[in-house]
Structure formats: structure tokens, C-alpha cells
């Protein structure tokens, strides 16, 4: 699939940005223009002069593209958002996945609905992405203060490795705590007594 | 389906204006009265009424111009939407650089404290810059929809300046305004609470005129609310009023000022000093990096004399202000529409016997600096009083 749509990606998150621009491509977008400096927003925007603007609704700087739909001197066309009364599907859906989109002039509106929905699909696959990265670093670090408090409980209780392990899942389970949690108290109590 | 709701989310934006909110969760009134709120802190207007437009948030924290836009189908998508209590009313003040500070003093021809004094003086500055083939000023404001645009509008034209010919008007953050004053992308700003404060501390910008100097009585924020929604939940919207009129109460009990300074400082609420939060609820206003204060009892009207009663003469005044700079259309079904979003009627229904008479108020609701008192029944006629507009 060709197209000749000018897409401007406004994220200051670059890694989604580049997701984004990623599928966009994929799907036959070749003029996609990644934004991430916010100042003079409006100027850059006017000057890339894109049909579709895309941003995150992270970005204070959407009350600027606001701007863009007051008629004024300094505005070449109107702007309008794609989402019509009609379409509250699609706004809630773009709203929950955290992005936003306008077009520019009087683009069909089918194709910007694919690529809304192509945007909603990226920022739904950038979260997934972020939760299990934060799910990762976190049992990461638990696993690390486990073992630190393994070592502890060997030392103090002159226990063997697995008995240390028994020890902390037992009193978990009696105080009904998760085991991270007792590992740390320990790790702080032995810092505490040092 | 009077079904009660019970949990609430709510948004806002971290602006002094939202203390109603912040402290009828946080100090418990909204518990008190079954709910259970979470409250949203947002970084756009957009998102804010997006939010609530399609049903995310249950109320927001809203400028009321965007409420009306909202209901009257105004660059966006038509929602209509309710404001049944005031969450403030003034608030804003204009800041500019330290140069555009010297320049309008030196080319005022008395105080510049008296606003038709300074907007001429700005009107001198203008034309100077002009004729020397100077860029022309730039000022920033929150939103199209906003009161802080209207607010400069009404300032700057008063004294001879188009402001949509003579200088540029840009859409900035409010988080952003500080900055974009201290590296000169914009010569002067209009804005809420805290921002103005922070620009004179750092030493970037000198406050110039308390909006309240402008317009002595200006709706600012608006508790909002989907009509739909209000019309589904109104035992919900009656308690969550209650606990706004409780929390409006306690803000303007001198004796609280600090404790809720404090609240309001949070990180996750507006996240600055208690001092600076301080300053504003007693409207003692340093204006000058230099520690020149200005006191006012207008400064941010936050319940007392009778802020948050929603008043439909200030729709209609933002309204006709729509008109004037060419955002709406005159016509007496989308004034009417306009003056239906605020409703003094729900407000009396929730807040009983909560109206002792205000007195020295404007006669005409508003007490603009300049031009004729506002008339909602003759807005067409106002409007014409102008020499500075774009259609109406």
C-alpha cells in the first residue's frame, strides 16, 4: 500500500516514538516526521505542513495543537479533529491507549482511521512493553534482596541455602506477606544491628 | 436511573483554582459525604475535557469558557456540559519580561497601575517596534477557549493594541510559561495561579496587572459535570456539591490558610511551596523581583463573596467575548445555550441557605475597566461599542 500522507509524530517518549514511526512505515507511511522538541511546536508543524498529526496524551503541548483550529492570520488551513460525534468508539479507544489525533483539511476518513488504529495498536503494544519491563526490573531487584537475606539468616542461623529459603517462605506465609517483603525486613533489620 | 455513584474519579489541572477540589478530597468532606474520590492530576485542557466528555471522569476541574465550548459544540466535539459550583472566581494576572516592563513605564503617561494607562502605554510600545521594523510581542495564554486569552484581549485592546494584528498570541502550558518568559520566545504571559508568582521569584518577570484590576469580577473555574451524568446521579452531584461548599468554607477560614497551604503543596496535587500557595489565597502578591507587593481582597475569590455560585451573566460575558474575537457566531440560541451550562439553580438546591446578600459587588456582574457596563440581553449593541473586533 502507497501513501502520500505527511504524518507528524509529536512524543517526547523516543522509544514509542519509534515504535510508532515503525508500523507506520510498515504499513506503506514513508513521510513520517518525528517531533520532540516543543518549543515553537506550532512553527515546526506549520513549516512541515503534515496531513495527519499524532501526539501522546502525556504532552502539555496538546493545548497547542489546539491552537490550530482557531481561524487566525497565522493559520495556513483548519484543523480538525479526525474523531467526528459519531465515532466515540474510536476517541474512547485512542483516549485509553494515550493517543490523540488531527487531521489536517479534508482527508477521507477511512484512511485515517486505519491509522488511528494502527496508533492505538503501537501505544497498546509500547504499554504491554513498559508494564512487563517494570514487572522484570522488579522481580529482578526481589530476587537480589532475597539472596542477600538468604546469606543473612545462613550466617546468623547457620543454615544451609535451602533452609534459608524454607525459613523466609514459611514466616511469609504465617505473617501473610509476599517473600520479597520479609526479605527486605530482614536485610533492614541486619543493617539496623550492624 | 437515580442510581447513587459512589466512587468518583475527578480531574484537574495543579493550579491554586482547584483548591476547592483538592481539599474536599483531601481533607476528607468529600468522605464525609459517602464518596469516594480519586483524584486525576492532568497536563492539558484537552485531556481534561476529553476525559470527561467521553466519560473517563466523572467531574473535572474546568475553565469555564471550555465548558461552554464543550455545550455549544465550539471546536470540538458538542457535549453538554453542567457547572453547578464556581471554583473560582479571578485568579489570573498578566506578567511580562523585565524589558517590556521598562518599556511600557517609559512610554506611560501616568501609573501604570491604572490598567487603561498600561494598555495605552503597551499601544506606544507597539507602535514604536513597528516603526522599527521590530518583531512584533509575543504573549502567551492557556488555551483558545480560556479566560486568561480573553482576559489579555480585553486588556490590550482597551488601549488601542488588535490582538490578533498587532502582536502574537500562543497557546502555552502553564508549566511552560516560566521558562519561555526567561528565554524570551514570549515578552509577557496571562495566567493562574501559581505561575506569575513563580516568574518573580525567579526574577524573569514583573506581575503587571492582577486580572482583578481588569475585570472585577471574572469566572475562572468551574466544578463540571456531563448533563447526562448529572441527570443520572443527582443525589451523587448533591453530595458532591455539599462537600465543595464545605471545602470553599474552610479555604476562606483565615485560621486554616496555612494547614491548607499545605495540602494544596503537595507534590501530587500542585506540587510548589506552601508559601507561594500562601500568597495567593491571601492575595498578597509580590510583583517585583525586587519584593514590591500589591494586596488585594479580589485577587482569588475562592466561595467568599459569593464565588461559587455559578452567576450565568459571566457565561454570557464569556460568551459574547467568543463572539467578539470571531470563535462563535451571535445568535440568541447559543447565548441562551451558553447561560443554561452555569446553574445557580443546582447550586442553591445542594448549598441551602448559603447566601447571605453580597454586597459591593459590580452592578452589572462583571466591572470591566473599560467600556460600557455589560448587558446579556444586549450583546450584539455591546459588542458594537468596540472599535477592536473581529465580527459580532
Known sequence: ?194 | MTASQTRLRIGFIPLADAAALIVAVDKGFAAAEGLDVELVREVSWSNVRDKLNIGLFDAAHLLAPVAIASSLGLGHVKVPILAPFGLGVNGNAITVSPALYAAIAAAADGSIVDPIVSARALARVVAARKARGEQPLTFGMTFPFSTHNYHLRFWMAAGGVDPDEDVHLVVLPPPYMVESLANGHVDGFCVGAPWNSVAVDLGVGFILHLVSEILLRAAEKVLAVRDRWAQEHPDTLLRLMRAHGRAAAFIEDEAHRDEVATLLAMPDRIGVAPEVIRRTLDGRMKIAPDGTTRVSDRYLLVGRKGAARPDPVQAAWLYAQMVRWGQAPLSAELLAAAKAVFRPDLYDAAIAGAQPAVSGEPADGIGAFAGPPFDPGAISAHLESWAIRRAG
Open chain 1, 1 to 194: 500500500m502507497q501513501s502520500s500522507l505527511k504524518i507528524v509524530i509529536v512524543d517526547e517518549n523516543p522509544i514509542r516514538a519509534a515504535i510508532l514511526e515503525d508500523g507506520l512505515r510498515e504499513a506503506g507511511h514513508v513521510h513520517v516526521v518525528r517531533v520532540d522538541e516543543m518549543s515553537h511546536l506550532l512553527a515546526r508543524i506549520y513549516a512541515i505542513d503534515p496531513d495527519v498529526i499524532l501526539i501522546d496524551l502525556e504532552n502539555p503541548s496538546r493545548d497547542v495543537l489546539e491552537q490550530m483550529f482557531q481561524v487566525s492570520r497565522a493559520v495556513k488551513r483548519p484543523v480538525a479533529m479526525f474523531v467526528d460525534q459519531s465515532d466515540t468508539a474510536s476517541i474512547e479507544a485512542a483516549v485509553d491507549a494515550g493517543v490523540s489525533a488531527y487531521i489536517v483539511g479534508g482527508l477521507q476518513k477511512a484512511r485515517v482511521k486505519n491509522i488511528l488504529d494502527l496508533c492505538i495498536s503501537r501505544f497498546n503494544s509500547f504499554a504491554r512493553l513498559r508494564d512487563e519491563l517494570e514487572r522484570t526490573r522488579t522481580a529482578l531487584e526481589e530476587r537480589k534482596v532475597i539472596d542477600r537475606a538468604k546469606g543473612i539468616l545462613m550466617k546468623a542461623r547457620n543454615l544451609n541455602e535451602e533452609a534459608a529459603y524454607v525459613l523466609l517462605r514459611k514466616t511469609a506465609m504465617n505473617e501473610n506477606k509476599k517473600i520479597a517483603e520479609v526479605a527486605q525486613s530482614v536485610v533492614t533489620a541486619a543493617e539496623l544491628l550492624r
